[in-house]
């Protein structure tokens, strides 16, 4: 199957007044249609940056995209114009980070919010934005929906907010979803929900999904292949299956052995 | 032994109110949003209020006190001036003039501040380095000599006033601004309005100015008092409004030659300015207040 991204050879470099830091080297991956692949890493592992690279969101400067591609339906990420790039943008290619309280303006009801991805690439009008949110609020998994999308972000819960954040996400129809540690914010019980609506969305929208995190839990519930990156560059790429039974390289071991387990003694 | 009854307090119930009814109950926003309704009548419809044409000279009754003090008279309620003239009817006509001047300078500066502090604080770089440099300039130059050089240059009259008030005033906005848009725009939002494709000048219009607004507003209500002072400054050197305009300034300058003798000439003008900058500013909170969600959650 042919991919729906592919990141080829990628490398991000942020220019600071006294050093150049290669936060990401030589990074290659590819996602195809209805799948989820996991980039794991500790902090600082170039992961997010990775990430932010393929809608070109690193902040210009100090960043600089110092070499390779993001290919993306034909055409490479790294080199559009403004325009196009804005037309990709929440349309072909959606985002999720990691804290919904402050990826949600505070000033702005969730409803209106959410339908400005309609208002910006489908041209709707106010009146048929708010018609598609509250379809795409219940896909979420958001009971009484008319009433939440009529409120602020400080009243709803952090879980509320992540689902508010992924119907955001996912109105626009993307092929491709970046999911930057979706479920760090959140606890544990409400984490599980979040990552099976995540996992149901995207195979009902045969989407591809690029889900990072630093949580090996995670991968193990929702990932097909998995992406190990350390100080800049990938350790390991694999099977999910595979790579936690027989990982190859000493990193990857040592990053399962960091998982803590829950064992009776 | 008697059984001793603890009163049940009952837990104080989280509401959703309306902006509107939140005023409502605030009294001291109530009073300040009313001084400042009153002080607007009377100031548009002033030759309807006013009991004598401001100008208009008697030498028979001048530097006559308010009608409560034993030499005062019923038709001068707040006194008379050197030449005889009305206090209260200067006064009403006075304010026209005074509101002016100070919303339309701190309408203008807050337009020029907050456009300078978002681009800069926004875009960054040598823009900014550029736009700062050029508002520690205007900071480190007395900006009363700077609207004196400019008065002297395109010539005096109210309109030039306004226009020399703004010029000389956006500082204060630009910088706070540009710093609230510095905290601001490396919030997940605004990195969430980009990857949904949306463009810098609406991030800049549409997420970060409804942010800032809290603050502008506050400067604002300030800006509104310090501008009707400097119209007065200005008017006090000669370089204000043409002498025939009552302003709050001008009749504060010269109550100040008769503060020995005639307290009320400079009292009465004085007075009106601290109430008007007072509820300006009380407004201004109440607007912050209104503006922002969670404030109005009680």
Redesign the interface.
């Known amino acids: 199957m042919k991919p729906l991204l592919s990141i080829e050879e990628l490398s991000v470099d942020f220019r600071l007044d006294t050093e150049t830091v290669h936060a990401v080297d030589r990074v290659s991956f590819a996602v195809e249609e209805g799948e989820t692949l996991a980039v794991v890493g500790e902090s600082g592992s170039g992961k997010t940056a990775t990430a932010?690279s393929v809608?070109r969101?690193n902040p210009e400067?100090p960043c600089v995209y110092s070499g390779g591609r993001v290919v993306l339906g034909g055409r490479d990420v790294l080199t559009v114009s403004e325009k196009d790039?804005?037309?990709?943008?929440?349309?072909e290619v959606?985002?999720i980070?990691?804290?919904p309280m402050?990826?949600?303006?505070?000033?702005?009801r969730v409803g209106v919010q959410i339908g400005?991805?309609l208002r910006?690439?489908q041209g709707a009008t106010r009146a048929e934005a708010r018609q598609a949110v509250l379809p795409a609020l219940r896909e979420a998994g958001i009971s009484d929906a008319e009433r939440r999308a009529g409120q602020?972000p400080?009243?709803l819960s952090g879980g509320l907010r992540q689902r508010v954040?992924i119907a955001?996400a996912l109105i626009?129809r993307p092929k491709v979803l970046i999911a930057d540690e979706p479920t760090t914010a959140l606890d544990v019980t409400v984490q599980a929900q979040i990552l099976d609506l995540l996992a149901d969305l995207g195979q009902r929208h045969g989407m591809a999904i690029v889900l990072i995190t630093h949580d090996l839990g995670v991968v193990a519930e929702v990932a097909d292949r998995v992406v190990v990156m350390n100080r800049g560059e990938v350790v390991e790429t694999g099977d999910v299956l595979e790579l936690f039974d027989h990982p190859a390289q000493e990193y990857t071991r040592a990053l399962l052995r960091a998982t803590p387990k829950l064992e009776l003694t | 032994m008697t059984a001793i009854t603890m009163p049940v307090k009952t837990p104080a119930r989280v509401r959703t109110t309306s902006p509107l009814r939140a005023v409502l109950r605030n009294k001291l926003a109530l009073v300040a949003v009313a001084v400042l309704a009153v002080m607007l009548l009377a100031a548009v419809f002033a030759p309807l209020i006013a009991p004598h044409d401001p100008n208009a000279q008697d030498l028979l009754v001048r530097l006559r006190p308010p009608a409560w003090m034993s030499a005062g008279t019923s038709d001068h309620l707040l006194g008379t001036d050197q030449l005889g003239r009305d206090l209260l009817s200067r006064l009403i006509y006075g304010s026209r003039i005074s509101l002016l001047v100070g919303a339309s300078a701190a309408v203008l500066a807050g337009i020029i501040g907050a456009t300078i502090g978002l681009v800069s604080g926004f875009l960054g770089g040598w823009f900014d380095r550029i736009l700062m440099r050029i508002a520690d300039v205007q900071l480190a130059f007395p900006s009363i000599l700077l609207a004196l050089a400019i008065v002297g240059f395109l010539g005096s009259g109210l309109w030039y006033v306004i226009i020399v008030l703004g010029f000389t005033g956006w500082v204060s906005y630009a910088r706070v601004v540009r710093a609230e848009v510095l905290s601001l725009r490396s919030r997940e939002f605004v990195t969430e309005a980009r990857a949904i494709g949306v463009r810098d000048s609406t991030i800049m219009r549409r997420h970060l100015l409804p942010n800032v607004l809290a603050p502008l507003a506050t400067i604002g209500t300030l800006h509104v008092a310090a501008a009707i002072v400097a119209e007065a400054s200005l008017s006090y050197l000669g370089m204000g409004v043409p002498k025939e305009i009552v302003t709050w300034g001008a009749m504060l300058a010269n109550g100040q030659l008769y503060l020995g003798t005639s307290w009320w000439l400079a009292v009465f003008p004085g007075l009106a300015l601290m109430c008007t900058a007072l509820a300006v500013n009380i407004t201004g909170d109440v607007l912050r207040d209104v503006a922002d969600p969670k404030a109005y959650r009680r």
């Open positions: 932010l809608l969101l400067p790039l804005r037309g990709i943008r929440g349309n959606a985002m980070f990691q804290d402050s990826s949600l303006n505070p000033l702005k400005e991805v910006r690439h602020y400080h009243q954040m955001m626009g």
